[in-house]
């Protein structure tokens, strides 16, 4: 495929040598990775992030999340898209491979339905974060490669986790509606992207005045993140639980868990969810039915006993 001025083409076909060069410390790649390390752990350790991972994440929350996600995207690929000339976003600039605001339509239209233009909102958090992607492509593009770099390299790294815990937590079908963001089907192997993404980074020509104030965005970006993610946390709390298959509340193995709200809804669903194993499992768990297959039991090992006699 050939790639349009301010386009690179396919990955696979980009110049490779650049990949291969030792890294110095005073790299771009390496100075956000050492410079963005604390803010990297603490969006790691927000709640809204930790919970998602254990599958503790509400559809409703999710698909909030996904429309911050579009705003966010929209804005972020309109401001590279304009500054596409421009030589710091020259080199970055993969819309084939990495943008995701045209897979994020479809997965607002499956969540909010065909006319979700006229239901979705753009919440403040998400509204602040696209304000300052517009500032920035208007007044200062080289600082979009701090937006750039947090969002695309961060979705390549958990992408994929994160898609397999939303398909299962919120029983998405396996044929991928409502996760297209994570499926980026024109990146074959992350890793190698990965790497001629940050080899790329390190070919810009800036001063180390502009370095650090990349960096500095960076961090800034990822606190837009956070401020989105604690805001989705404080409407989560005021939505009331859906039943999830994953997981699990831990049980310490003491007590009853008849007891326990979760897994008695489990036993019902299991029942209704029409599979006659998942209903003979759940059945077997209940007490009368323990009751009725000891004595059915009893009863086989009576008539054994008589007929060896
Ligand atoms: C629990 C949540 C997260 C986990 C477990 C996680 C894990 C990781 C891992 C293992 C890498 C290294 C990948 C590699 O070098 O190939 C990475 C890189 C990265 N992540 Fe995350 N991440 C999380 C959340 C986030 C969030 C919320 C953001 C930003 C919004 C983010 C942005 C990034 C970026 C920008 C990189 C690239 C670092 C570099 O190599 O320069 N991550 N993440």
Redesign the pocket.
């Known amino acids: 495929m050939s790639a349009t001025p301010g386009e690179n083409g396919l990955y696979g076909a980009a110049p490779r040598e650049q990949e291969d060069q030792p890294l110095r410390p005073t790299d771009l790649?390496e100075l956000?990775?050492e410079g963005?390390k604390e803010s990297?752990e603490k969006?790691?350790n927000t709640k809204f992030?930790?919970d998602f991972?254990k599958g503790r994440i509400k559809r409703e929350l999710f698909k909030l999340a996904t429309g911050a996600l579009y705003y966010t995207y929209s804005a972020l690929e309109e401001e590279l898209d304009r500054n596409k000339g421009n030589p710091a976003i020259t080199a970055l600039y993969f819309p084939q491979e990495l943008h995701r605001a045209e897979a994020l339509k479809k997965d607002v239209a499956y969540f909010y339905g065909e006319d979700w233009e006229d239901t979705i909102q753009c919440s403040e958090a998400a509204q602040a974060y696209v304000d300052r992607i517009h500032h920035l492509g208007r007044h200062k593009p080289e600082l979009l490669v701090a937006h750039a770099?947090?969002?695309y390299?961060?979705d390549l790294?958990?992408g994929q986790v994160l898609k397999k815990v939303a398909q299962r937590a919120l029983h998405l079908p396996s044929t991928g509606e409502g996760i297209q963001f994570y499926l980026f089907d024109n990146v074959t192997n992350a890793?190698q992207f990965?790497q001629l993404y940050?080899a790329r980074l390190n070919t810009l020509e800036l001063s180390d005045e502009a370095k650090k104030s990349i960096v500095e965005e960076a961090n800034k970006a990822?606190q837009f993140?956070m401020n989105v993610f604690e805001e989705l946390d404080k409407i989560g709390a005021t939505i009331p639980d859906e039943p999830q298959e994953d997981g699990l509340p831990v049980h310490d193995g003491k007590g009853d868990t008849r007891k326990c709200p979760y897994y008695a809804a489990k036993g019902e669903c299991a029942v209704a969810s029409g599979c006659p194993l998942h209903a003979a499992m759940a059945l077997t768990g209940r007490p009368e039915v323990k009751a009725m297959l000891a004595a059915f039991a009893a009863a086989i090992v009576a008539t054994i006993a008589w007929y060896l006699m």
Request: glycine fraction near 10%; hydrophobic fraction near 25%; aromatic fraction near 10%.
């Open positions: 790649s956000l990775k963005t990297h969006a790691e992030v930790k991972l770099y947090t969002r390299m961060g790294s958990g890793q990965k940050r990822f993140n």
